[in-house]
């Protein structure tokens, strides 16, 4: 069995609606790793805050060390500068923490922006495709063994609208009753192409 790719109302139809499935996935991935690397930029200012609070309070720290070799009054002058390089070290924690909630929420929001467009695709264009890919395959077993074309026509007389069965044969259901080779094949390959599938009979 091959796709039947000339008949546009089911395998054009199936085919142009994965294109766009795949164009809508990759729009919603796209558009969640702009609003990611958007937000991520709100985490420069911590950047900067930790990069400036670590060299302050280094800083400081070496001044209040080569202040304390100052003789007598050496750890009385030193306390300051410790207190100040605690401060600094906290300016840059508070960085760091400021880059990590950044990080949180870039990464919350682009899922929560995922979420949405996914989601329509699990619940509503997967479990159509599969019932549509467990139904082809069917069909084409079905198309391999004699009682299984009769069942396909059978299919195609209950499902098929009345001006295509007529163009088959003027009296269709008895020539089918009849087991007519040929309305009987012309029926199935009627019933694959409405699943998209052309006789490779």
Do not use: C
């Amino acid at each position: 069995m091959k796709i039947y790719a000339d008949r546009f109302p089911t395998a054009a139809r199936q085919f142009l609606t994965d294109l766009l499935v795949v164009a809508w996935v990759y729009g919603a991935i796209r558009a969640a790793m702009w609003l990611h690397d958007l937000v991520q930029k709100l985490a420069v200012p911590g950047r900067k805050l930790e990069g400036a609070g670590g060299g302050l309070a280094d800083n400081l720290a070496d001044a209040g060390g080569k202040v304390g070799r100052v003789p007598l009054v050496g750890d009385e002058l030193t306390a300051p500068f410790e207190r100040a390089a605690g401060a600094a070290r906290a300016l840059a924690e508070a960085g760091r923490d400021q880059q990590e909630l950044v990080d949180q929420l870039a990464v919350a929001l682009a899922v929560a922006v995922l979420i949405f467009p996914l989601g329509l695709v699990l619940v509503g264009w997967l479990p159509l495709r599969l019932r549509w890919m467990r139904r082809a395959g069917s069909a084409a077993k079905l198309s391999a063994a004699p009682a299984g074309r009769d069942l396909l026509a059978l299919r195609a007389l209950a499902t098929q609208p009345l001006g295509r069965l007529t163009r088959i044969a003027p009296d269709v259901a008895e020539s089918w009753r009849r087991g007519d080779d040929a309305t009987v094949d012309a029926l199935a390959a009627l019933e694959l192409r409405r699943l998209g599938l052309r006789d490779g009979r």
